[in-house]
């Protein structure tokens, strides 16, 4: 019964691979996020999509492009994986994307570029 | 820029005691104010929230203080447990935007 859930938890690949991480969410949520956490921690958000509609898209570079085929997932699909991609990448969810809301993290995928 | 939070420092407490984690913030117009704690391993859980309206917001062993004049939050916990141990990030937001600006974190170690 989790409510966000995201796959891989964890994805090992060389430089130049392209790969997926995958996010669904059970609450009934509108909004849905993808955040990047680096090495010393710091959250920063890169997308959100409300009812598959793409609301931010924070300055992330081209080779990231997310998807969300419905409200209840959004998918992140990262081309050309750099070193500098390395980090935590933490999916999320919201009621409705207003600004006063909490935020419902999934577990995160570790990402490690080689 | 980013307008919340510290550097990651690391808070030492000793078990049973209280313990207070501070925030600073630079937007005046953020208006919404959230605790999170992130364990090892997991994905950042809300604790507690507080609206620009008011300076004090109470929790099951956590109290946030919100002083707007200094721009500053704080958490307190009280009678730390070792369960405590974490990371712990401010975040803020306001009507204007839409996303929530995360500041980076102070990591809670509790003494045995």
């Known amino acids: 019964d989790t409510a966000v859930s995201q796959t891989p938890k964890y994805l090992v690949t060389q430089m130049g691979n392209d790969k997926s991480i995958k996010c669904e969410q059970n609450?009934?949520?509108?909004?849905m996020y993808w955040y990047k956490q680096d090495s010393k921690k710091f959250l920063k958000i890169m997308f959100s999509?409300?009812?598959?509609?793409?609301?931010i898209n924070e300055t992330v570079p081209n080779r990231f492009s997310p998807k969300s085929p419905d409200k209840a997932h959004l998918n992140l699909h990262i081309n050309s994986l750099e070193l500098g991609d390395s980090a935590v990448y933490f999916c999320?969810?919201?009621?409705?994307?207003?600004?006063?809301?909490?935020?419902?993290f999934g577990s995160g995928t570790q990402l490690s570029v080689l | 820029g980013e307008s919340v939070g510290l550097h990651l420092p690391t808070l030492s407490v000793q078990e049973g005691d209280n313990s207070i984690i501070n925030c600073a913030y630079s937007?005046?117009?953020?208006?919404?104010f959230i605790w999170y704690k992130q364990e090892s391993g997991k994905g950042p859980q809300f604790i507690i929230d507080?609206?620009?309206?008011?300076d004090k917001r109470q929790g099951q062993r956590v109290t946030v203080l919100l002083n707007k004049t200094v721009k500053h939050l704080s958490l307190q916990i009280a009678a730390t447990q070792p369960g405590d141990s974490a990371v712990y990030f401010c975040?803020?937001?306001?009507?204007?935007?839409?996303?929530?600006?995360f500041g980076k974190g102070t990591r809670l170690h509790i003494l045995p």
């Open positions: 999320a969810s919201s009621p409705i994307g207003a600004a006063n809301e909490k935020l419902f």
């Open positions: 609450l009934g949520h509108d909004t």
């Open positions: 999509y409300n009812n598959k509609e793409l609301i």
């Open positions: 937007n005046s117009a953020s208006d919404y």
């Open positions: 507080i609206r620009s309206n008011m």
């Open positions: 975040a803020e937001n306001n009507d204007r935007d839409d996303k929530i600006i």
